[in-house]
């Protein structure tokens, strides 16, 4: 029996050509969390809404198909977000395929995408996207809440809207921008998540599985699992990073996300209302989405004290991003392990001051890394090590330096990236100047795919780099103090999982054709 929905949201799935083989069992499945935000943000004005997560779920496109003529939708939104910085991107190449075959199949509804990559580029998604309808310029919540209010998707209604790029015909209209949701507005028009709309098989949140790390590298420990933000955007303006494109406040062809840098966050009894709902769903593994949450203490603060006097028993297992020179004093340290924080990332990205200083890390270059590092450790609180490879004056002796320092850190968990240009970024328009081959596809922004395609340096080319990065994750992998304290705190299990994931390599298609010239 057809139901008759306002809007059904999609979280696109394209994780097999994302991530190849670490897809079927190691890459994380995350709770969607700007489906689940846009979806209660229209349901709190009472629209009918859903949400399909074709990732979660697996789903075919004509399963994925068949369940939108079953909702019967006035409004198809594609959101266009991830995991990763770089999902906004990547995913768009599931995004698109389904796009372009729910087309196919003369559907007569819109096609509405909101994600990173749309509010980077937004005439260039519908010039080079035939399939796109409509996209949205900043995070889309006053823009999708005015689009269900038309009766007609033309020219004369879509005109009026803000915060939008449209096709007419040939022609791709840029209407004038929208504001996002104001620091005061946020607990009253961003108000929570619709976890109860997300699928499951057997019982709630059991679709969605945390990183191997996160879980101790215990399979058992992956589900029920959940992802959730305390605040939006980031203050600095890292080179390499386009997360504050949600912030976006124009609508300039181009977006450059550091323009947009500015954090909001909902009230701390609010967000502890959300994990209350959580918690009631059995779910004690959480993911604190936000690039800064320990920053400002007047929100966190409160919060991890909210948190830790629900921790009963130490059941909590939640890890958080900040940056290293954020945390340095231990009694910070102390009220976050309290609060059931047991993993911190940190963006160490790399060994070599100059390098962290050529992407605006700001005052980064004061801290003493291991030092940090160290109090980290000493608060039972455990370190993932984000490192990136091939930044603007790396040369192979500063990448060296920045594995050295990894060995160095032996943190229990490690990821390194090699260096991307991703729409938003501010290198993204670098390489756009300086005239850099950019990825031939969509894929090749994942920092895993088969097409995979860094920037390059002054004196590095792309496959040195990618090259560098793949051989320095088996050696970090392989390295034997890392896998003796994985063994020592999580068990020879752990250690197995380690040594059976480090067997898998993945293809890259840069590499392969310097082999073969």
Known sequence: MKQNTDIVFITPNNSSKIYQDLSKSYAAIETPTWSLLLAESCRSINYNVSIIDTLAEQLEDDQTYKKILNLNPKIICFVVYGQNVNAGTTNMSGAVRLSNFLKEKNINI???FVGSHVQALPKQTLE???SIDIVCTNEGVYAIRNLLKLNNYNYEELKNI?????RDGENIIKNQPEIIVPADKMDEDLPGYAWDLLPYKEKPFDLYRAPMWHAEYNEENRTPYAAIQTSLGCQFG???????MINRSDNEEIGVAGNYSKMRYWSPDFIIKEFDKLFS??????????EMFLLNPKFYKPLCELLGKRNNNDKFKFWAYSRIDTIKRPEILNLVRTAGIKWLCLGIESGEKNVRLEVSKGKFEDVDVKTVVDKVHEADIEVLANYIFGLPGDTKESMQ???DLSFELCTLGWNGYAAMALPGSELYKDALDKGYNLPEDYEGYSFHSYSTTPLPTESLKSFEILKFRDDAFKKYYSYEPF???IEKKFGTKARENIVKMNKITLKRKIIEQTKGS
Request: a positive charge.
């Open 281 to 290: 769903y059995g779910v004690y593994t959480i993911k604190i989405t936000d």
């Open 238 to 244: 890292c080179n390499f990073c386009m997360i504050n």
């Open 483 to 485: 896998l003796n304290k």
């Open 128 to 130: 080079k996207e035939r």
């Open 162 to 166: 803000k915060g939008i790029f449209f």
């Open 110 to 112: 819109p096609l509405v």
């Open 401 to 403: 330096k920045t594995l």
